[in-house]
């Protein structure tokens, strides 16, 4: 859903803070060489984060966000409206289909199609987060609607109690109750019935067995949902503060302190719910939404100075088409994996490939290479949809 200007500080914040995720995602998902990628680059191999495992969260985040700005564009009879669910409808299914075709690249593979992904996680718990945010929204003064921030957080607590139950008490065949591991888990289980193997992410494996989870899986939908209502919630109490007089550094402290409980409770929770981003345990929706909430405040707060803004404009130039920047990385991605691609006069031609074998050039530690690789891949995506934003360009499904 497209933002509303109530402030304009507050959407270069949101786009900002979009790009930074859709840049750590380039940057994650981009390395010269996989062998030679920083830590706090690559996701926790299971329990636990890492910097690279709040990227997608952070997304999750924006999306409700601009839900709950683009709440008070709405009129009292829209949320029962055909039209309004018809749109919405329509973008969850262009977000789901884009997702298959992504993954389908570079061979359209459909006996192994990997049916989940990101762009399919992020339509589902856009969907879902909108009928939460929306269908009980009540007309303010003027018309316009309001979500309701205390029903929100209560389906919030329900989604987040929910999961955490059926994680701990639900018998999965052959494993028994309460197991969180990549094999035994529920959402693993779920994953591989319903998808079944062949159609999960080709590395979710577990040693000795194979392919056994998808980190964007059916079930953890439900817990991912969290991050998008925590994020309308931040953006509803963000405009009810401006409308207030209230959008001074001083006025975000409540929002502040809120995102730091969020981060202290998921992280208090490790040691019954451990935080887990491949099944997105609810210990884990707590921590990441928190963490984007605070990452909010700070750009709210540092972003104004003009110098700042400046610095900043390429992330708004990714927020601002983060969708767009996303998919060229993926097919920057599915080049770098095709089977045809192949070294020829000792230079790889694959973009990944050529970036590291040219960026070793100028940089002898691998891991450095490595990662001036990724910059430089997105600094080509940048560049690429940089002449879009300076038009006012910017597409959305």
Same mark, same amino acid.
């Given at each position: 859903?497209?933002?509303?200007?109530?402030?304009?500080?507050?959407?270069?914040?949101?786009?900002?803070?979009?790009?930074?995720?859709?840049?750590?995602?380039?940057?994650?998902?981009?390395?010269?060489?996989?062998?030679?990628?920083?830590?706090?680059?690559?996701?926790?191999?299971?329990?636990?984060?890492?910097?690279?495992?709040?990227?997608?969260?952070?997304?999750?985040?924006?999306?409700?966000?601009?839900?709950?700005?683009? &709440?008070?564009?709405?009129? #009292?009879?829209?949320?029962?409206?055909?039209?309004?669910?018809?749109?919405?409808?329509?973008?969850?299914?262009?977000?789901?289909?884009? %997702?298959?075709?992504?993954?389908?690249?570079?061979?359209?593979?459909?006996?192994?199609?990997?049916?989940?992904?990101?762009?399919?996680?992020?339509?589902?718990?856009?969907?879902?987060?909108?009928?939460?945010?929306?269908?009980?929204?009540?007309?303010?003064?003027?018309?316009? =609607?309001?979500?309701?921030?205390?029903?929100?957080?209560?389906?919030?607590?329900?989604?987040?109690?929910?999961?955490?139950?059926?994680?701990?008490?639900?018998?999965?065949?052959?494993?028994?109750?309460?197991?969180?591991?990549?094999?035994?888990?529920?959402?693993?289980? /779920?994953?591989?019935?319903?998808?079944?193997?062949?159609?999960?992410?080709?590395?979710?494996?577990?040693?000795?067995? %194979?392919?056994?989870?998808?980190?964007?899986?059916? =079930?953890?939908?439900?817990? #991912?949902?969290?991050?998008?209502?925590?994020?309308?919630?931040?953006?509803? =109490?963000?405009?009810?503060?401006?409308?207030? %007089?209230?959008?001074?550094?001083?006025?975000?402290?409540?929002?502040? /302190?809120?995102?730091? &409980?969020?981060?202290?409770?998921?992280?208090?929770?490790?040691?019954?719910?451990?935080?887990?981003?491949?099944?997105?345990?609810?210990?884990?929706?707590?921590?990441?939404?928190?963490?984007?909430?605070?990452?909010?405040?700070?750009?709210?707060?540092?972003?104004?100075?003009?110098?700042?803004?400046?610095?900043?404009?390429?992330?708004? /130039?990714?927020?601002?088409?983060?969708?767009?920047?996303?998919?060229?990385?993926?097919?920057?991605?599915?080049?770098?994996?095709?089977?045809?691609?192949?070294?020829?006069? %000792?230079?790889?031609?694959?973009?990944?490939?050529?970036?590291?074998?040219?960026?070793?050039?100028?940089?002898?530690?691998?891991?450095? #290479?490595?990662?001036?690789?990724?910059?430089?891949?997105?600094?080509?995506?940048?560049? #690429?949809?940089?002449?879009?934003?300076?038009?006012?360009?910017?597409?959305?499904?």
């Amino acid at each position: 859903m497209g933002s509303t200007k109530v402030g304009s500080r507050r959407v270069i914040a949101l786009d900002v803070l979009r790009g930074l995720a859709v840049a750590g995602m380039i940057l994650v998902t981009s390395p010269g060489s996989w062998d030679h990628s920083y830590a706090p680059l690559k996701h926790a191999a299971w329990n636990g984060w890492t910097p690279a495992d709040l990227v997608f969260p952070t997304f999750l985040f924006c999306v409700g966000m601009a839900i709950g700005l683009s &709440a008070p564009r709405l009129r #009292a009879g829209d949320p029962t409206s055909a039209a309004l669910w018809i749109k919405i409808a329509r973008r969850t299914g262009l977000l789901i289909l884009l %997702g298959l075709v992504l993954n389908a690249l570079p061979t359209f593979d459909l006996a192994h199609l990997r049916i989940p992904g990101i762009l399919q996680r992020i339509g589902l718990c856009y969907a879902l987060a909108s009928a939460i945010c929306l269908l009980p929204a009540k007309p303010a003064v003027d018309g316009t =609607l309001r979500i309701d921030i205390g029903g929100v957080a209560l389906a919030a607590a329900a989604l987040l109690v929910g999961y955490w139950a059926l994680l701990a008490f639900t018998p999965v065949p052959g494993f028994g109750v309460g197991r969180l591991d990549s094999n035994g888990s529920l959402p693993a289980f /779920v994953d591989r019935a319903v998808f079944t193997i062949p159609h999960l992410w080709p590395y979710g494996l577990t040693e000795g067995v %194979g392919v056994t989870y998808d980190p964007e899986g059916l =079930l953890s939908t439900f817990p #991912a949902t969290v991050n998008v209502l925590v994020g309308a919630i931040a953006a509803a =109490l963000l405009t009810r503060r401006a409308e207030r %007089g209230g959008e001074t550094a001083g006025g975000l402290v409540p929002l502040l /302190v809120l995102g730091a &409980a969020l981060v202290v409770v998921g992280l208090a929770l490790d040691p019954v719910v451990p935080v887990n981003k491949r099944i997105w345990t609810s210990s884990f929706a707590l921590f990441s939404s928190g963490a984007s909430l605070v990452a909010l405040v700070v750009l709210q707060v540092v972003l104004k100075p003009r110098a700042i803004e400046i610095v900043a404009a390429p992330l708004k /130039v990714l927020g601002g088409n983060a969708i767009l920047a996303f998919v060229v990385s993926q097919v920057l991605g599915a080049c770098a994996g095709l089977a045809l691609a192949h070294r020829a006069g %000792g230079i790889d031609l694959t973009p990944q490939g050529f970036g590291y074998e040219t960026a070793q050039r100028l940089a002898t530690d691998p891991y450095l #290479a490595s990662f001036l690789c990724a910059l430089a891949i997105l600094a080509l995506i940048t560049a #690429a949809i940089a002449p879009l934003h300076r038009k006012g360009i910017h597409l959305r499904l």
